[in-house]
């Protein structure tokens, strides 16, 4: 089993930054990607960016340019940093982590862009 701590969700004004962390403990042997996703309310969960193991990047068209994914490998852990946010930004983010065997999800830390 693998277990996902978030962390770093909180209230910023548009404009502003936050950067989300995602540390991985468990069976993190095998690990093929780790990522952000959100659920915008009434709509399927989607991809925010991730990060394969060896290292190619994915992000929606919706953060690039905004936001930055990366990962210590030695710590199992994955950040997001946020930046230029916007109220269409807010939402709660899951950190995922897809190892050979299964999907995991973290249980989410909001953030939420609002004046």
């Known amino acids: 089993q693998v277990q996902l701590v978030e962390s770093g969700g909180g209230l910023v004004q548009p404009g502003g930054s936050l950067r989300l962390s995602c540390a991985a403990s468990g069976s993190t042997f095998s690990i093929k990607s780790m990522g952000w996703y959100r659920q915008p309310p009434g709509k399927e969960r989607e991809l925010v960016a991730a990060?394969?193991?060896?290292?190619?990047?994915n992000y929606a068209d919706s953060v690039k340019g905004r936001f930055t994914i990366s990962r210590e490998n030695d710590k199992n852990t994955v950040y997001l940093q946020m930046n230029s946010l916007k109220p269409e930004d807010t939402d709660v983010y899951y950190c995922?982590?897809?190892?050979?065997?299964?999907?995991?999800w973290g249980q989410g830390t909001q953030v939420t862009v609002s004046s």
């Open positions: 995922n982590l897809n190892n050979y065997y299964n999907t995991y």
């Open positions: 990060i394969t193991n060896g290292g190619s990047i």
